[in-house]
């Protein structure tokens, strides 16, 4: 980890660390976007024959392994799980499912003036793809995360896709009772899940996380087919004065051991506790070689003059994970996609189960959008009904708008419902 401090010969330096990691982004998606524009492309020209293409090529699907799991596979996953681990995926399945009830917007209406009523309903959406990565580690909480609020919003069809699902992915499914399970992954899963092929029907939106090719995929139909967001890798961030080194290393090498390209980033104001979290870190590190890459790339300890810095610092980055550490902090805090209070709350928790959703957004965005929600799987269809009185008292003035932007039809519209149809 890089150590950085933001006063006296190292300002300069520190500024320019700042506005880089506040740069950070996108980029590398363009580097695979040629190979994903050829695979995209494919898929949806020629459908199941380039899926199938695709998915023995990258996904190694072959011999007696069909494109969709049958639900007998998911079931016999599950049981064949160990019952610990049952009842964890169980809690955990709960926890995520009475947040996201939390969550779910009401349908409502008001009168806004006599004779007007306006309000709101509340729709699902018709389909869903949840993405679930299956490279480095299998991620049963993935599936967890994306399909419970799509299952709470009332989402009638929803599929999941993995390449190479490891069983406590498929058993998940089945605790889930999902039925449309495809082993795809990549750039060919997103098309597919996007534009459709002779077994795989399209989505009306594609949720979940994936590596550089899915990201770039999701980004090429994102036009043709709702996207949740373009996930990057991994993010924490520590914002800390009084916790403890152990603490904070250990949260610090949980999240790099993700990717080794996960920012691990940890600022007080403090720099004795900067220097003993960055030894904890090396030593946490030591036999764990994702993380310890990632905190030799990307760990960065910044050590600022005062707590404003810290925490104008900490809403610039604006991280994926955030900890903080008291409940006061939560008044500063701007910027983030989730955010974890006290010592007690390490960031894996928050992974699992919690209950809040662990897709969060990276690379900046948490300055504009929070993370996965039951929101991203409804829609909110605006109502207005009019009586004759409304009419009066509101279209004149809207009359007057109409006209001062040119559209004589729309003017006419309302006069005509007052019965003071222009002359033509």
């Known amino acids: 980890m890089k150590l950085i401090h ?7 330096a520190a500024e320019k ?28 020209r020629h459908g199941d024959r380039a899926l199938l293409r695709y998915a023995k090529k990258f996904d190694g699907l072959a011999g007696s392994k069909a494109l969709r799991v049958r ?3 998911m079931a016999a996953a599950w049981t064949a799980l160990d019952p610990a681990l049952r009842d964890a995926l169980t809690t ?13 917007p009401e349908s409502w209406k008001m009168p806004a003036l006599d004779g007007l009523v306006t309000g709101q309903l509340v729709r699902p959406l018709g389909s869903v793809g949840c993405y679930v990565p299956s490279g480095r580690h ?19 069809r929803i599929v999941a896709a993995s390449p190479k699902p490891a069983p406590e992915t498929l058993a998940a499914a089945h605790l889930l009772e999902i039925r449309e399970f495809y082993r795809v992954g990549g750039a060919q899963a997103i098309a597919a899940l996007a534009y459709g092929t ?38 924490i961030v520590v914002t800390s004065d009084r916790g403890r080194a152990a603490d904070i290393a ?36 030591r036999n764990n070689p994702v993380a310890r890459q990632a905190l030799r790339r990307n760990g960065v300890v910044l050590v600022a003059q005062n707590t404003e810095e810290a925490q104008e610092m900490t809403n610039r980055l604006a991280p994926e994970h955030l900890t903080v550490d008291a409940a006061s902090d939560l008044d500063w805090v701007q910027n983030a996609g989730s955010v974890f209070v006290g010592r007690w709350s390490a960031q894996p928790l928050g992974d699992y189960i919690s209950g809040p959703n662990h897709t969060l957004p990276t690379g900046g965005m948490a300055g504009v959008r929070g993370g996965l929600s039951v929101m991203d799987f409804v829609k909110l269809i605006t109502v207005q009904e009019y009586a004759e009185q409304a009419i009066r008292a509101l279209g004149p003035k809207a009359e007057l708008l109409a006209e001062a932007e040119g559209l004589r039809g729309h003017a006419e519209a309302i006069r005509e419902r007052l019965g003071r149809r222009s002359a033509r």
Do not use: W
């Open 138 to 156: 299998p991620l049963p909480s993935t599936l967890l995360m994306t399909a419970i609020p799509a299952q709470v919003a009332g989402v009638k």
């Open 198 to 235: 002779e077994s795989v029907p399209r989505v009306d939106k594609i949720v979940g996380p994936g590596n550089l090719y899915v990201t770039a995929a999701k980004k090429l139909v994102a036009f043709d087919c709702a996207i949740d967001m373009l996930a990057g890798p991994t993010e």
């Open 250 to 285: 250990s949260d610090l090498v949980a999240q790099a051991e993700h990717d080794p390209e996960a920012l691990a980033i940890f600022v007080t104001t403090r720099g004795e506790l900067a220097r003993a979290v960055m030894a904890e870190a090396r030593e946490r590190s």
């Open 71 to 73: 639900p007998e596979e």
């Open 6 to 12: 933001t006063t006296g010969r190292n300002a300069r």
């Open 17 to 44: 660390t700042l506005a880089a990691l506040q740069r950070r982004g996108g980029a590398a998606l363009e580097s695979v976007m040629p190979a994903v524009k050829r695979i995209v492309t494919d898929v949806r």
């Open 92 to 104: 955990a399945a709960e926890q995520i499912r009475s947040f996201a009830r939390r969550q779910m």
